[in-house]
């Protein structure tokens, strides 16, 4: 008998225990202080790096022989853009998971992250016109790229408002996870469409081939103000995903008590 019920044990063991670490601290009870330790830090170190970023930006960085001092529009563009996509894929992949292991914690941080994509999208559709205007002659050109840009906006402002839609949490989650993972394939399109179509928009300086094509005056503030944006947005998704717990509980205990929902 004693053989029998070890046999029936269930088995344990590291990967196990792992997983068991892993979902106490996606757990709300777990994520909540932790992110709360992290979100002061984050805000704090996003102002300083910005800060220095563009301090060296503004004054210590070389004109563009060609752009002037508008390519100083760069070091709020460039970040904005490269986060705007990185973001909704970000999305994509929560949703997808969330779908998978039905993680309530994915969906929030999600729809955190949703806000901040549409704004950085936003900042790089403005300052990409600001930047354009004295360099193309033009505000706006329907191209690939600018045209992908704005639809991946658009997308940002139909699931922010496929979120709001819903009264029933679980049913919400749903489908902002099946529309975040069927918009990611505008993600591709903006990051290829300057090497498969006629556009206004340079290939990429950064991440080029055998290394950034920048000059080191100018790659130093691009990539502390990258740095400051991530910073921020970490800051900022912690900062609202712990928002919408705090609120998804209370509506929950309001419904508990008066049995009518919120909205």
């Given amino acids: 008998m004693a053989k029998q019920n070890q046999k029936?044990?269930?088995?344990?063991?590291?990967g196990q225990s792992k997983w068991t670490?892993?979902?106490?601290?996606?757990?709300?009870?777990?994520?909540?202080?932790?992110?709360?330790?992290?979100?002061p830090w984050a805000f704090v170190l996003s102002a300083i790096v910005a800060i220095v970023g563009l301090y060296y930006g503004l004054f210590n960085s070389p004109v563009d022989y060609q752009q002037g001092n508008t390519v100083r529009i760069m070091y709020i563009h460039v970040p904005a853009a490269i986060l705007s996509s990185v973001l909704y894929m970000v999305m994509a992949g929560l949703s997808g998971l969330f779908l998978i292991f039905r993680i309530k914690l994915f969906p929030v941080i999600a729809r955190a992250t949703a806000v901040l994509g549409a704004v950085y999208t936003l900042i790089t559709?403005?300052?990409?016109?600001?930047?354009?205007?004295?360099?193309?002659?033009?505000?706006?050109?329907?191209?690939?790229r600018l045209t992908s840009v704005l639809i991946l906006f658009f997308l940002y402002?139909?699931?922010?408002?496929?979120?709001?839609a819903f009264e029933d949490r679980e049913k919400g989650n749903i489908a902002i996870s099946i529309l975040a993972i069927i918009g990611v394939v505008i993600v591709p399109i903006i990051k290829v469409s300057v090497y498969l179509f006629a556009t206004l928009h340079q290939k990429s300086t950064i991440f080029a081939e055998g290394g950034p094509s920048l000059a080191p005056e100018m790659l130093r503030p691009l990539m502390l103000m990258m740095v400051a944006y991530g910073l921020f947005t970490v800051g900022y998704i912690l900062?609202?995903?712990?928002h919408l717990i705090y609120r998804e509980q209370l509506e929950q205990r309001y419904s508990q008590t008066t049995g009518r929902s919120v909205k």
């Fill in 8 to 14: 029936q044990r269930p088995a344990t063991g590291k």
């Fill in 21 to 39: 670490a892993f979902k106490r601290l996606i757990s709300y009870k777990y994520f909540v202080p932790f992110a709360r330790k992290i979100i």
């Fill in 239 to 242: 900062l609202k995903s712990v």
């Fill in 125 to 144: 559709l403005v300052t990409g016109a600001i930047w354009g205007a004295p360099t193309w002659g033009t505000w706006w050109v329907w191209d690939v």
């Fill in 157 to 164: 402002l139909g699931y922010i408002g496929l979120d709001n």
